[in-house]
């Protein structure tokens, strides 16, 4: 795992030492419960995670940007004068996009250029946000080097922003807040419709939270993603000719099962009955952690699995098998995909002292059903982004 001196000791080689160097932590997130609802205006359920992405950052006398990595091996630099998404810049438009909301808000004339310096412990295209770990990270290394005078709640909804409107991708509020917002050993319960959250104490009782990476790359997700929500939208727009509704996550199960006959196209159907039912699950999951009924939790958790492979259709052969294989493991209690699906990521919730036979056992079933490795990552819930230096 990459640690802050080893990002410090990198930049200094890469930049030279003179001057002064600050270093960011923005970690990856996982959503515990509530998937493919933050779009529909429900409840999510995700943590921040103790590791993520670790950025040092040191401003210069021009108008350049330097940004290097030491997960990719392209190099970008940027001009503030000409901040405009270009493919070949790869994953630099992320800090790139930042960058240009920075001036959008009406900042720009308060920032220089700098040398950025980006290292990660999440896995690309995992499901675990190494997007959005980048965005807040970058407005954090901006906000703390020129005074800015963002919080982190504005962070997040900027990144949001920014992945909508200059990356091009339509996601939801959940991965942002969660990366910006994050607060050890808690939970966050998110109102992804009016952006209101609610800290739960994730107390584990000697169990872990334990990511088991497919390593099957998300090829579908952007495409299939947007089906999804077409599909929601056709959903909402067959229960509007007898309910004033905007979102689907307004209606309780009740509520759905009385009106579903609005809605004529089978899969359509589906679509709405996961959402509307995963909303519930999240809130009953709140109340179970609450009253400290982990067994309960991990019942919803898997639940919550079933639902996004029969109804929303967004497993694949890869996430059903890591979680068909987690949930024969003695110690595990719930287990379900994690993200947007087609690969990326499961999440289990694992005694503690049955981690190691699960993650070698699982990892030999997988590797003889698939036919690739699995990787595992062990955490707990941490902090959101943060100044480390």
């Known amino acids: 795992m990459i640690d802050k001196e080893t990002v410090l000791n990198s930049f200094k080689k890469l930049y030279g030492g003179e001057g002064d160097i600050q270093l960011y932590h923005s970690p ?7 998937e493919h609802i933050d779009y529909n205006g429900g409840y999510v359920f995700p943590c921040a995670l103790t590791f993520g992405t670790f950025g040092a ?3 210069r006398g021009d108008n350049y940007i330097n940004l290097a990595s030491a997960n990719i091996e392209l190099k970008v630099q940027a001009d503030l004068e000409d901040l405009s998404y270009k493919e070949t810049d790869g994953w630099g438009n992320f800090p790139k996009g930042v960058i240009k909301k920075i001036f959008d808000l009406g900042l720009g004339d308060k920032i220089s250029g700098a040398d950025v310096y980006i290292a990660g412990n999440i896995p690309n295209a995992s499901g675990l946000s190494s997007s959005a770990s980048v965005e807040v990270l970058t407005f954090a290394m901006f906000d703390g080097l020129f005074s800015l005078g963002l919080d982190k709640k504005e962070m997040a909804i900027y990144s949001q922003n920014v992945e909508n409107e200059y990356i091009g991708v339509n996601c939801g509020i959940m991965d942002q807040f969660a990366v910006a917002m994050g607060k050890e050993n808690h939970a966050i319960k998110l109102d992804c419709n009016k952006i209101e959250h609610e800290y739960v104490p994730l107390d584990l009782k000697g169990m872990k939270i334990v990511i088991a990476n497919t390593n099957k790359r998300r090829e579908l997700a952007d495409s ?20 004033n509704i905007e979102l689907l996550c307004e209606l309780t199960s009740e509520q759905f099962e009385a009106n579903k006959d609005c809605i004529t196209n089978p899969t359509v159907l589906k679509r709405a009955k996961h959402v509307v039912y995963e909303n519930e699950r999240v809130i009953k999951a709140v109340d179970v952690l609450k009253s400290g ?7 919803l958790m898997t639940g919550s699995h079933e639902s996004l492979r029969d109804l929303y259709e967004v497993t694949g052969v890869e996430l059903d ?6 949930l024969k493991i003695d110690g595990v209690i ?6 947007a699906g087609f690969g990326g990521c499961a999440v289990s919730i694992v005694k503690e002292d049955c981690v190691e036979d699960y993650i070698r056992i699982v990892g030999e079933n997988y590797k003889k059903i698939i036919g690739i490795e699995a990787a595992f990552y062990v955490a707990g819930a941490g902090d959101g982004v943060v100044r480390v230096k």
């Open 293 to 299: 009924d982990l067994k309960e939790f991990g019942k």
């Open 28 to 34: 990856g997130r996982v959503n515990l419960i509530g």
């Open 57 to 59: 950052v040191r401003k």
């Open 334 to 339: 719930g287990s379900r995909m994690t993200g």
């Open 321 to 326: 098998t890591i979680v068909s294989e987690s």
């Open 224 to 243: 299939k993603y947007n089906e999804r929500r077409s599909e929601c939208d056709a959903a909402i727009e067959a229960l509007r000719t007898r309910l």
